[in-house]
Nanobody, 123 residues
Framework: QVQLVESGGGLVQAGGSLRLSCAAS????????MGWFRQAPGKEREFVGA????????YSADSVKGRFTISRDNAKETAYLQMSSLKPEDTAVYYC????????????????WGQGTQVTVSS
């Protein structure tokens, strides 16, 4: 019932910042908790963080705590992942997804997915 499109990926040097956006169409994203995942070459898709329906609550994976901030603007039908202090190991395809429950960190708990956007962090 909702379609998601990520944008904002690109190449950035270590220590830099980047903001990813997830634009939604169809059903309003206020109906969903929103999550971010990433997948590096040769590795399984892993949870990055999530935000509840109204943006009041968030939680993140230990690997990104203190560096990544998840937010949303329901009026703009957009969720965000602000990344700072980027490291080469953050290099991955990043995906946004929508869930009916919060908190949720499992891939199977998310029902709608974007196409992904590449983030590459150079040394």
């Amino acid at each position: 019932q909702v379609q998601l499109v990520e944008s904002g990926g690109g190449l950035v040097q270590a220590g830099g910042s980047l903001r990813l956006s997830c634009a939604a169409s169809g059903r309003t994203i206020s109906s969903y908790a929103m999550g971010w995942f990433r997948q590096a070459p040769g590795k399984e898709r892993e949870f990055v963080g999530a935000i509840d329906r109204n943006g009041a609550g968030t939680y993140s994976a230990d690997s990104v705590k203190g560096r990544f901030t998840i937010s949303r603007d329901n009026a703009k039908e957009t969720a965000y992942l602000q990344m700072s202090s980027l490291k080469p190991e953050d290099t991955a395809v990043y995906y946004c997804a929508a869930s009916y429950v919060f908190p949720a960190s499992g891939i199977n708990q998310y029902y709608y997915w974007g196409q992904g956007t590449q983030v590459t962090v150079s040394s």
